[in-house]
């Protein structure tokens, strides 16, 4: 039974991209007409008495507790123990707006959504797939790639998880991708494919060859009356570390790219400005097909989304966020870190490019926190336990045949010493 408020939505997506690509728990999502609501209505008009939310406020402002009050001096209640907005609170999505359409140029005079705010940037994924992914609505990824995202998929909301290789010959593997997403078009009518750049466990960013070959990809399938969802899982963005990555998120050049295509991007300051216990994510999307109505429609199946989850997302979190950005020396402090791990980077990239192995190859890489090995012969899991037992070294398993080490949590002056040991270790193995 659809709820008379999900059905409104509904009828306002009708005939969208959106309602094409939606989910049968994204048909049913609504934002319910209850505290929170009537709590915002309240919280305008309600002059002499507000007893709508849960909270306990002395003078019009929450009252706070000493003990946390004096290790956040600079902050004021509202900023620290008072409850955040579902979508979260609007001058942290303002400001990220304006922050995404300064990195990625191209959304300047492109129509895109406010940012919505949510408890981490797993969570824009899970809710993405609540609302878009189910058993008959089957998610693409690469080959390898997070294990969070079968997780999410497969076990969270049933669907089937397909992957293509993300490497051939030492490159991006852009036939693959293609096959995959028309294969995937053809057998149900839509497409919904996660890219993640820079990518994790690969450490790979597309160059602006690449990037345009998939833009190609998607627009084609698109031309061909598919509807196609691309979800750009853009944590690591900006992290780059070659001249010939394309600077721009994949989401600058899906935002309008047809009516046909729903462009979402995930992206936020866990790993962007190095801030990742504050559990903050945006979810932001566009197509060029959609009206405000709309917009506004499908921000609140995901308000439903996060009511029915979490609630909403952290205050503190949110404001420290909003005094980091405003910071004036908070880009030079960025830029100092990025230096840090680009010298990181080209220890590695020194290392690997100079040894050779029978056992292990590196996947491309580029950018980002991590580089991979595939391990051309015996197992992953019984070099990465040697390797902790012998050497004290710790990397990740990724699936029986990739190994993922993070450059980006190992000292620079370690980096000769430790990939000496993965390779002496597999060698051994």
Known sequence: MINPLAKELNDTLSGSVVDALMSDMGKRLYFPNGIISQGGEAAKDAHFANGTIGMAVAGGTPIELESYKKIMPSLNPRETVAYAKTAGNPNVRDLWKSKIIEK??????????????????????????????????????PNPCWDNYELIAAARRGAEFHQFECFKDGKFNIAGLEKAMKDEAEKYGSVRVILNFPQNPSGYSPTKDEAKAIVKIVKEIAEA???????????????????????????????????????????????????????????TFASKGLSDEQITALQIKFMAAIRSSVS???????????????????ENQKKELRAMLKRRYDAVRKFVNTHESKVLEALPFNSGYFMS???????????????????????????????????????????????????TVAEAI
């Open 104 to 141: 990625n140029p191209d959304l300047k005079d492109k129509k895109i959504s406010s940012p919505i705010l949510v408890p981490g940037l797993t969570a824009v994924l899970s809710y993405v797939a609540d609302i878009f992914v189910d058993s008959e609505k089957p998610l693409l990824a």
């Open 225 to 283: 009356g598919k509807k196609v969802l691309v979800l750009s899982d853009d944590a690591y963005f900006g992290l780059n570390y070659e001249d010939d990555i394309e600077p721009q998120s994949l989401f600058a050049y899906m935002a309008d790219l047809h009516e046909n295509v729903l462009a979402i991007k995930a992206d936020g300051p866990t790993k962007e400005d190095f801030a990742w216990g504050f559990r903050t994510g945006f979810i």
């Open 312 to 330: 909403c997302s952290s205050t503190v979190s949110q404001s420290l966020v909003v005094h980091a950005l405003a910071d004036l020396s908070h």
């Open 373 to 423: 090995f595939h391990v051309k012969t015996g197992k992953a899991e019984e070099i990465r336990k040697a390797l902790l037992a012998q050497k004290g070294i710790g990397i990740i398993q990724i699936d029986p045949y990739t190994l993922r080490v993070a450059f980006s949590s190992i000292d620079e002056d370690k980096i000769d010493s430790v990939y000496t040991s993965i390779y």
